[in-house]
């Protein structure tokens, strides 16, 4: 396996945003979308980068995916929603208690069976009380681990056996057996090292990783070992996904959040999501049976 060529970083979309997450590609619109999760924003862009609309959801909306059918399953601070296609709420079809006041949901993707998978994160002292949660098509849902700190990048194996799950606060990526009954196993440490935050994996069985903080994406093997960084020109690097007409562009989100006017002044593309060409590809998202 070699490493993956990658052409010139350029700006998809000069979004400015506070805190842009959740990228996902709709490969039948050629369409990109992601989640302004401060301003509650979801944002849809054509093909070219041009924003197309920024839908109202009450924020924090930390996540969303793909709904069966048409609209989007989304996380907000303490609930689970389901929308129509335009991303208006239809209703709430889950709620969880978090451990504390200054928590709440991050991460979601959609397993390949169909489950909604949503992390929390502790905004205010970072202690591992943080937890993942499975969420069923009729709102079940199922506490599948705690003891996170922040909850990020997920993904899964070709066949849905291996689950891949990111704990930023402890700059680490692990892995756990996984299937269709949706029960997790043991986590073990997969990459370590860096503030690893959103995940992607391509079609040569790689994983892409954004490092918040460090302005840079890492590629890595199989087996977890690195195999090329790509250099950003913003340092708050966030969601990771692929997308384009091929699924060979890899697109990444960045934030302006936590950066001083004079960080900004400097790094101007914060705020923006980025494209990168590959000479790899990537899978469609999963869907929400729901």
């Given at each position: 396996?070699?490493?993956?060529?990658?052409?010139?970083?350029?700006?998809?979309?000069?979004?400015?945003?506070?805190?842009?997450?959740?990228?996902?590609w709709d490969p039948a619109s050629?369409?990109?979308?992601?989640?302004?999760?401060?301003?509650?924003?979801?944002?849809?862009?054509?093909?070219?980068?041009?924003?197309?609309?920024?839908?109202?959801?009450?924020?924090?909306?930390?996540?969303?995916?793909?709904?069966?059918?048409?609209?989007?399953?989304?996380?907000?601070?303490?609930?689970?929603?389901?929308?129509?296609?335009?991303?208006?709420?239809?209703?709430?079809i889950a709620r969880v208690e978090?451990?504390?006041?200054?928590?709440?949901?991050?991460?979601?993707?959609?397993?390949?069976?169909?489950?909604?998978?949503?992390?929390?994160?502790?905004?205010?002292?970072?202690?591992?009380?943080?937890?993942?949660?499975?969420?069923?098509?009729?709102?079940?849902?199922?506490?599948?681990?705690?003891?996170?700190?922040?909850?990020?990048?997920?993904?899964?194996?070709?066949?849905?056996?291996?689950?891949?799950?990111?704990?930023?606060?402890?700059?680490?990526?692990?892995?756990?057996?996984?299937?269709?009954?949706?029960?997790?196993?043991?986590?073990?440490?997969?990459?370590?090292?860096?503030?690893?935050?959103?995940?992607?994996?391509?079609?040569?069985?790689?994983?892409?990783?954004?490092?918040?903080?460090?302005?840079?994406?890492?590629?890595?093997?199989?087996?977890?070992?690195?195999?090329?960084?790509?250099?950003?020109?913003?340092?708050?690097?966030?969601?990771?996904?692929?997308?384009?007409?091929?699924?060979?562009?890899?697109?990444?989100?960045?934030?302006?959040?936590?950066?001083?006017?004079?960080?900004?002044?400097?790094?101007?593309?914060?705020?923006?999501?980025?494209?990168?060409?590959?000479?790899?590809?990537?899978?469609?998202?999963?869907?929400?049976?729901?």
């Open positions: 396996m070699s490493s993956a060529t990658t052409g010139p970083v350029t700006v998809f979309s000069d979004a400015r945003a506070v805190l842009a997450e959740s990228i996902v050629e369409r990109l979308r992601w989640t302004d999760i401060t301003l509650g924003t979801l944002n849809t862009a054509d093909a070219h980068g041009t924003i197309l609309s920024s839908v109202p959801l009450p924020p924090p909306l930390a996540s969303f995916q793909p709904r069966a059918g048409g609209g989007f399953v989304a996380a907000l601070g303490d609930t689970i929603v389901v929308t129509d296609p335009d991303g208006a709420v239809e209703r709430e978090h451990a504390m006041d200054g928590m709440r949901f991050n991460e979601g993707k959609c397993d390949p069976f169909g489950r909604f998978l949503v992390g929390s994160m502790n905004l205010t002292t970072g202690e591992p009380d943080a937890a993942l949660y499975s969420v069923e098509a009729d709102g079940t849902t199922r506490l599948l681990r705690g003891g996170f700190g922040v909850t990020n990048g997920i993904e899964w194996s070709d066949d849905g056996t291996v689950m891949y799950v990111t704990d930023t606060s402890a700059s680490t990526v692990y892995r756990a057996s996984y299937g269709p009954d949706g029960e997790l196993g043991e986590l073990q440490p997969f990459i370590v090292g860096a503030a690893h935050d959103g995940l992607v994996r391509d079609d040569e069985g790689c994983f892409w990783s954004a490092v918040y903080g460090g302005g840079r994406v890492e590629r890595y093997s199989p087996d977890g070992s690195h195999l090329e960084t790509v250099e950003l020109s913003a340092p708050n690097v966030t969601s990771v996904a692929f997308g384009g007409p091929d699924m060979s562009t890899l697109f990444v989100g960045t934030a302006r959040e936590n950066l001083t006017e004079e960080q900004l002044e400097q790094s101007p593309q914060s705020g923006a999501v980025l494209a990168v060409p590959t000479r790899v590809h990537g899978f469609p998202a999963n869907t929400f049976s729901g």
